[in-house]
T-cell receptor
Framework: KAGVTQTPRYLIKTRGQQVTLSCSPI?????VSWYQQTPGQGLQFLFE???????NKGNFPGRFSGRQFSNSRSEMNVSTLELGDSALYLC????????????FGQGTRLTVV | GIQVEQSPPDLILQEGANSTLRCNFS?????LQWFHQNPWGQLINLFY???GTKQNGRLSATTVATERYSLLYISSSQTTDSGVYFC???????????FGGGTRLMVKP
């Protein structure tokens, strides 16, 4: 069974640009969550989707958005990139609507210059 | 929101030694997981353990939900055990995890 797949693995963008990251969950999993990891703030929750609906959102500005498709694949978008958005972005998938084990992808490392 | 604290923040061991990592949380939880982050950044699942005790080879974990802490035991440590260990909890009936700050483990040969 394939794991969680995130693309691309690495990305370099210029300040002010926008970026879209993709996450394909484990087959049969319907919940997808996104996290940002930085040296200063650690691992922080961005948002969670279940059945194409955003159920939870972390404390991030509106420049961070996401969506989930009918096949459970998810994308997150960051507009008007800032240097501080440089981070490792991790996606997790879970099978059920609540309190189920999360499995993480390899992450997308975003560098904003 | 719920607070998660891990200790110690850093740990250096000689190969073969045993260690205990601790995770304290401030509220009741529905889910608790332990992860090992590999050098490439991926979080590897170690245990899904909202309560009770589990063992997997040289690793074991215990969560005492009523006292709001979890312990990860590593026995006969190997250099490949090096890396950062994270505890993460969920308590809001969704799949939103709150992570601790991690324990950075270095095992020396």
């Amino acid at each position: 069974k394939a794991g969680v797949t995130q693309t691309p693995r690495y990305l370099i963008k210029t300040r002010g640009q926008q970026v879209t990251l993709s996450c394909s969950p484990i087959s049969g999993h319907r919940s997808v969550s996104w996290y940002q990891q930085t040296p200063g703030q650690g691992l922080q929750f961005l948002f969670e989707y279940f059945s194409e609906t955003q159920r939870n959102k972390g404390n991030f500005p509106g420049r961070f958005s996401g969506r989930q498709f009918s096949n459970s694949r998810s994308e997150m978008n960051v507009s008007t990139l800032e240097l501080g958005d440089s981070a490792l972005y991790l996606c997790a998938s879970s099978v059920d609507a609540q309190s189920s084990e999360a499995f993480f992808g390899q992450g997308t490392r975003l560098t904003v210059v | 929101g719920i607070q998660v604290e891990q200790s110690p923040p850093d740990l250096i061991l000689q190969e073969g030694a045993n260690s205990t990592l601790r995770c304290n949380f401030s509220d009741s939880v529905n889910n608790l997981q332990w992860f090992h982050q590999n050098p490439w950044g991926q979080l590897i699942n170690l245990f899904y353990i909202p309560s009770g005790t589990k063992q997997n080879g040289r690793l074991s974990a215990t969560t005492v939900a009523t006292e709001r802490y979890s312990l990860l035991y590593i026995s006969s440590s190997q250099t490949t055990d090096s890396g950062v260990y994270f505890c993460a909890v969920e308590n809001n009936a969704g799949n939103m995890l709150t992570f601790g700050g991690g324990t950075r483990l270095m095992v020396k040969p």
